[in-house]
């Protein structure tokens, strides 16, 4: 597709992104969706204001009702989306990527992310947009703030329960970041371990104001980094790519957490020490009941955690890269964790979407003393020996921590064309071969740009080198050739 990425439409701001191109994308998808109301939310960007005017203004001339969310996570639109029976969600966000970049994401029905085929019909209607709007793109006039934490008037905020009317277009959808907080709230009872300390990069961005509020609620002793909404910081230096900043700072604390600049991606720290988005994942598998005994992952997932859960009995779905391909896999079949390696974990039916805040306090609850020590299962590739929970006055046990496959990847300018080379398929089936039962390798075109990308996993960490230097080498040499 031409607009949509690996999640939703993403680009530089001003070149591949423009207001232009943000009003198409409304009026698309008002045409898509048709008719009903949908949640606008962005994150801390300096573009975000004007790309969700722009946004709302093609939503709004298609006719729909726009309910302006204001400044909050990605998870709070699509909770907020499901709550107010919303016809659609949308955020203005690029997530992890940093502030010169802005995004639009596009949430259906119960606030899930939009499935490929979905996203291609909205795309066909974009490009007979353009001749809308032309020239300089101004917006016009300031828009109030939305009234955040603390906020009593719930007079605009209807739930599924009101068959009233849904507010009208530029309406302020007032006391939106205090419903999401309260949903997250009363899903916890931690006064057991109340005053626990923690450390949260918030990244300055959407998590800035709802993170720190969360997790003091529930009455941890909460240290917040990068709290304050500054556009043109997030993601710099900190954040989710950046779990060096809480290892800084945990000065005696046991958690800290970092979120991206929309809240829905965590890194986790504990006790000092980084733990891998496989390893969180796998301790929520054992905190919860998996429907099915399974846990819905991607081709990127270490095969560590695949032949770990199969030891515990479960098993590993995977799915394209892309946390709305593990989206589309659980809700078909009722599945209720997914996660990343990459930190994007989706519990439901807690959340439909990907919600760092919300695996924050379910890998904590996941921790929770449960009264006997235990051991991890037999065979378990653990690191650290014993797997103890109520052990220490904190109240805390400890996590497993995989013992992961060497796992590494390249990226090389090529057409697809490379992956169909008979040459190229011999090299990587010769070396998925020497890497036998316990490594493989992927090739796949990436989804933003055009390169192929090479993945090599095994329990050799020599022969993934290998494999990965030869595989780049002849992709050169093939573009050299022509």
Request: hydrophobic share 35%; proline share 4%; with cysteine.
């Given at each position: 597709m031409t607009y949509f990425g690996t999640d939703g439409i993403r680009g530089l701001y001003g070149v591949e992104l423009t207001e232009n191109l943000a009003y198409a994308a409304g009026r698309a998808a008002a045409a898509y969706f048709q008719s009903g109301a949908v949640v606008l939310g962005r994150d801390t960007r300096d573009s975000g204001e004007s790309l969700a005017e722009a946004v709302a203004r093609g939503l709004s001339d298609g006719g729909l009702e726009v309910l302006d969310a204001g400044i909050l996570p990605t998870p709070a639109v699509s909770y907020l989306t499901d709550h107010l029976n919303a016809a659609a969600g949308v955020m203005i966000s690029a997530s992890h990527n940093p502030a010169e970049y802005n995004g639009i994401k596009f949430f259906g029905a119960r606030g899930r992310k939009l499935t490929e085929e979905q996203e291609a019909e909205i795309e066909e209607r974009i490009s007979g947009q353009w001749s809308v709007v032309s020239g300089q793109w101004s917006v016009k006039g300031n828009r109030e703030q939305v009234t955040g934490i603390g906020c009593q008037d719930n007079a605009q905020l209807k739930d599924k329960s009101d068959n009233s009317?849904?507010?009208?277009?530029?309406?302020?959808?007032?006391?939106?970041?205090?419903?999401?907080?309260?949903?997250?709230?009363?899903?916890?009872?931690?006064?057991?371990?109340?005053?626990?300390?923690?450390?949260?990069?918030?990244?300055?961005?959407?998590?800035?104001?709802?993170?720190?509020?969360?997790?003091?609620?529930l009455g941890f002793s909460v240290r917040a980094l990068f709290d304050e909404p500054r556009g043109r910081k997030i993601n710099r230096g900190c954040g989710a790519l950046h779990p060096e900043n809480v290892k800084r700072h945990l000065g005696g604390a046991v958690f800290g957490f970092s979120f991206d600049g929309d809240a829905d991606r965590l890194s986790v720290v504990y006790r000092g020490e980084e733990l891998d988005g496989d390893s969180v994942?796998?301790?929520?598998?054992?905190?919860?009941?998996?429907?099915?005994?399974?846990?819905?992952?991607?081709?990127?997932?270490?095969?560590?955690?695949?032949?770990?859960?199969?030891?515990?009995?479960?098993?590993l779905?995977?799915?394209?890269?892309?946390?709305?391909?593990?989206?589309?896999?659980?809700?078909?079949?009722?599945?209720?964790?997914?996660?990343?390696?990459?930190?994007?974990?989706?519990?439901?039916?807690?959340?439909?979407?990907?919600?760092?805040?919300?695996?924050?306090?379910?890998?904590?609850?996941?921790?929770?003393?449960?009264?006997?020590?235990?051991?991890?299962?037999?065979?378990?590739?653990?690191?650290?020996?014993?797997?103890?929970?109520?052990?220490?006055?904190d109240g805390f046990g400890e996590p497993i921590r995989l013992k992961l496959y060497a796992q590494s990847a390249i990226s090389e300018f090529a057409g697809k064309e490379i992956l169909e080379d008979a040459g190229f398929r011999a090299l990587i089936d010769r070396h998925a071969r020497l890497m036998g039962k316990h490594g493989r390798?992927?090739?796949?075109?990436?989804?933003?740009?055009?390169?192929?990308?090479?993945?090599?996993?095994?329990?050799?960490?020599e022969l993934v080198r290998v494999a990965l230097a030869e595989a780049g080498e002849y992709i050169k040499q093939r573009k050299n050739e022509r």
């Open positions: 009317q849904l507010s009208t277009f530029n309406s302020q959808l007032h006391c939106a970041l205090e419903k999401y907080i309260a949903h997250i709230v009363g899903q916890f009872d931690f006064s057991a371990v109340k005053g626990t300390k923690v450390v949260l990069d918030c990244g300055y961005g959407a998590a800035g104001q709802a993170a720190p509020e969360i997790f003091r609620r994942i796998y301790n929520l598998s054992r905190a919860m009941t998996l429907k099915d005994d399974t846990v819905v992952g991607t081709t990127l997932n270490n095969l560590a955690l695949e032949e770990t859960l199969a030891r515990d009995g479960k098993k779905i995977r799915t394209d890269v892309g946390d709305k391909y593990i989206s589309a896999c659980m809700f078909q079949n009722g599945y209720n964790l997914g996660g990343e390696q990459s930190g994007h974990f989706i519990i439901a039916p807690d959340a439909q979407t990907g919600d760092g805040i919300l695996a924050a306090l379910w890998f904590m609850r996941s921790l929770l003393s449960a009264g006997e020590p235990s051991r991890p299962p037999r065979g378990h590739p653990s690191e650290g020996g014993e797997f103890s929970r109520g052990e220490g006055a390798i992927l090739t796949r075109m990436s989804g933003t740009e055009p390169k192929v990308r090479v993945m090599a996993e095994g329990a050799d960490a």
